[in-house]
């Protein structure tokens, strides 16, 4: 079964600086999806940032981006610029490339604090 | 645009009620799935759909029933209520899984 870890249940961070949440994952396939996303305290859940696991390339999404190591099964999303409204829970999630199953397994979440 | 929406927003049941969580999108997703976030577990799936008259069972599905009867709606069924079904309930929705999904606003069940 497929598992993902979020080591951090808490990190803090000053405003403008930079911060890496991590993320590991667990898996047997070799097709599957990784995605961000950021849960404020209005509880709506919002996605920062998505990989495809073919493709080699980190994804960037403005002050957003992912070091996918692939063999390492590490997926951590940097944040640049840190803003007071990066404050949230973050979570890491998998899903599995077959087309018939919507299976997303979430990690536990880290929680951002920022300090002005 | 409406995108997912959910109701009710707040809920309070007693131990044995039943109820039904609603959640109806307008983006003609094909895949829409429900959820449940606990203190310190994060999300975890409790049924999926990929299609209307299709659905499957998740990582926590007993005490709740699911159906699509159309590809709008995907409602969600707690059949007798129990404390241990207090959470945080979020349906979701995506035209196909890999471009990530669309959140409702989630309901707050508390079962007493």
């Known amino acids: 079964a497929q598992t993902v870890t979020q080591s951090q249940p808490e990190m803090s961070v000053q405003e403008a600086e930079t911060v890496t949440l991590s993320c590991t994952y667990d898996?047997?396939?070799?097709?599957?999806?990784l995605f961000w996303y950021k849960q404020p305290p209005s509880r709506q859940m919002i996605l920062v940032i998505r990989?495809?696991?073919?493709?080699?390339q980190n994804a960037t999404e403005n002050r957003f981006s992912v070091n996918f190591q692939k063999a390492a099964k590490s997926f951590s999303l940097k944040i640049s610029d840190s803003q007071l409204g990066d404050a949230a829970m973050y979570f890491c999630?998998?899903?599995?490339?077959?087309?018939?199953?919507?299976?997303?397994?979430f990690g536990t979440g880290t929680r951002l604090q920022v300090f002005p | 645009n409406a995108g997912v929406t959910q109701t009710p927003k707040f809920q309070v049941l007693k131990t044995g009620q039943s109820m039904t969580l609603q959640c109806a999108q307008d983006m003609n997703h094909e895949y829409m799935s429900w959820y449940r976030q606990d203190p310190g577990m994060g999300l975890r799936l409790i049924h999926y759909s990929v299609g209307a008259g299709i659905t499957d069972q998740g990582e926590v599905p007993n005490g709740y029933n699911v159906s699509r009867s159309t590809t709008e709606d995907f409602p969600l069924r707690l059949l007798s209520a129990a404390p241990s079904q207090t959470s945080v309930y979020f349906c979701?929705?995506?035209?196909?899984?890999?471009?990530?999904?669309?959140f409702g606003s989630g309901t707050r069940l508390t079962v007493v």
């Open positions: 990989q495809e696991a073919y493709k080699q």
């Open positions: 898996t047997s396939e070799s097709d599957y999806y």
């Open positions: 999630a998998y899903r599995r490339g077959a087309y018939n199953t919507d299976k997303l397994i």
């Open positions: 979701a929705s995506s035209l196909q899984g890999y471009y990530g999904y669309t």
